[in-house]
């Protein structure tokens, strides 16, 4: 797809975690008047590197308070727990397996949750669905993920399931394991291609509200669960078309690594997997070799998903002056109405 | 009725102890009417017993659909004591519209709820029944029979065993005999547990007549008349209306077998033999090597 640029230069951030800036605070650009109208842009095109479609989306849509998420020392999320849904094996890697990796090393206890068998991929419809199955624990083994869950749902036709159901047991799932924050694809990305996308992220969206309901389903109180209310998303956009809006960038330049390894363990679908040996072999027969490629095949795959599949995550971070950088809609706790109003009542009340 | 019907007797002591039983409905009335009987008999025979109701009600009663809601729970939970069911669920799908409910979620709650109560037995609607006209029992039905078998497979919702909740399978079912025609081939004895099926009716005042005694007896002391068969008092009164003009069909299901009250049921048992006839074939011819 032909990408077009709305701005000349880099976007601006607002603000960082921490309060430490993190962008340059550029003014708007100089901006086309077609037909001599003024107006402002809302969605930004980001530079690509051409290598994959499946990286960072055409455009994104900037938050007047767009934070930039840097690494914490320490474990400040020591007792919480996330978790990383996705429809399938190589959603959670190539879109925010950064950030999981991040969020697990500064003390989450983190959960890989995958919607769909993955059918669609592999030689044989049954090949695909075992080898994705093996894929998905590989992955959450090299984010740090505690377990993997799969849901098995047939893969581009999950408009067909019920959607209740699968929220049904997303809800069981946030319960059991006291979810305090998910990542999952934007469920308001636009020009969203894929059903199963669509289904599986509306179902975990509900889900994080639901599950804090004692009215909804009741009968897992009597199995011993407990409500809980998942009060933290990251949204991810989908690429190559994918337009969402985005409040927090994310520092993953020192969870490349992990990322990348994750990428390359999911070997049943995507771009990842063993691609670097597969171009290997092929330059081999033709009597040529890459040096990236390195000498064995571990390297191969390691550099390739490095060099051509984390470059436009390279690209984002620079717009940032971060080394690599992954982009979210963040949906943080909610603020405490009730002492906003306390307050209020404290401030202004005057004796009968 | 099948060649081999059974006659189902009171057994004495508590045979059943330590096993359990959910009784699945789709309105408050149904279990009462169709097997109040046999879950009053299970229940004094040592199983510990569970109702589950899939509708809400919303459609049947006195007030607006809200008021329905409320007034068939509470009752509900009544009809369920006065036959000493030990809990209680409600899953409140909305009544007369279950049809359009998703099959594999409701069937989802049930293989949770059969795992966790380790249910052993079932009763509920037949799904094959003929002249099934409403809706709800036969979603009812179909959703519990499913979940019956792949309540067992650890590969259903396995994320239940995560939850330390075990796969377990439902071995046997009694399905009722809910409109005429439908199939039966064990016939349960429920003479001795009339006074606790009555008591079960008598709750059920939204919808089947539990309250219709003590109606009538307003309407004919408006009338300046009396029936002495409905007593001094409603309760007196509702009870009376149900075991004179509400219990035609147990006396009639009892009179060919010579049993005061009798139910009907489908029952299936899918208990394993304690040995296989491989083993008992190994145990047979087996020579030593």
Known sequence: MERRSFLGRSVAAASALGGVPAADDAPPAELPRPGGARFTPTAFAIPHSGYSPFTTPDYYTFASDLVIERPRTGKPHQGKVLAAIQPHSDDVP????????????????????????????????????????????????????????????????????????????????????Q???ILTMDPYNHYEENPDHLVACRAAEAACWMAAGAKDYPEHFKAGLQPIHVREKYYHARSPQGHNLVNRVVDISAYIDPKVRANVANKGKGPAGEAGSRLRQQLAKEGRRLPLLGDDDDTANFAYVKHFLMDDFRLLGEQFGLGYAEAFRYIGPEPNYAEGLRKYVDEHAVRL | MTSDIIIEKDQPGQPHRGKVFAAIHAHLDDLPY????????????GYTGYIIRTSN???????????????????????AAALGFKDVFDLYYRNHLMGGISPVEIRGRLILIFRMLKVDTIISFN???????????????????EACWMSG??????EHLEAGIKPHPVRERYYLYARPGQPFNRVVDVGAHIEKKIDAIVECR??????????????????????????????????????????????E??????????????YIDQRPPAKSRVDEFVEKNALPL
Not at chain 2, 138 to 143: C, K, L, S
Not at chain 2, 153 to 158: E, H, S
């Open chain 1, 94 to 177: 190539l879109y925010c397996g950064g950030t999981v990796a991040k969020l697990i090393d500064e003390g989450y206890t983190g959960y890989l949750i995958r919607i769909s068998n993955d059918e669609g991929s592999g030689r044989t419809l049954g090949h695909g669905v075992v080898q994705n199955e093996i894929d998905n624990h590989e992955v959450a083994k090299a984010l740090g993920c505690q377990k993997a869950f799969s849901f098995y749902y047939r893969n581009h036709r999950m408009d067909d399931d019920a959607e209740i159901e699968i929220r049904a047991r997303l809800i069981f799932l946030y319960r059991l394991l």
């Open chain 1, 179 to 181: 979810v305090d924050t």
């Open chain 2, 34 to 45: 169709y097997a109040g009987g046999l879950s009053a008999k299970l229940i004094r025979e």
């Open chain 2, 57 to 79: 009600d919303e459609k049947c009663g006195r007030g607006t659909i809200a008021e329905n809601i409320l007034s068939n729970q509470q009752e509900h939970f009544k009809m």
């Open chain 2, 127 to 145: 799904p094959w029944g003929h002249g099934e006209e409403n809706p709800d029992h036969w979603v009812t039905g179909r959703a519990v029979e």
């Open chain 2, 153 to 158: 497979m650890a590969n259903d919702f396995p």
């Open chain 2, 206 to 251: 939204s919808q089947g007549d539990g309250n219709a005694g003590s109606l009538l007896r307003a309407r004919l002391a408006k009338q300046g008349r009396r029936l002495p068969l409905l007593g001094g008092d409603d309760r007196a009164a509702d009870r009376a209306y149900v075991r004179q003009f509400l219990l035609d069909d147990d006396r």
């Open chain 2, 253 to 266: 299901y009892g009179r060919p077998h010579g049993l005061e009250y009798a139910e009907r049921f489908y």
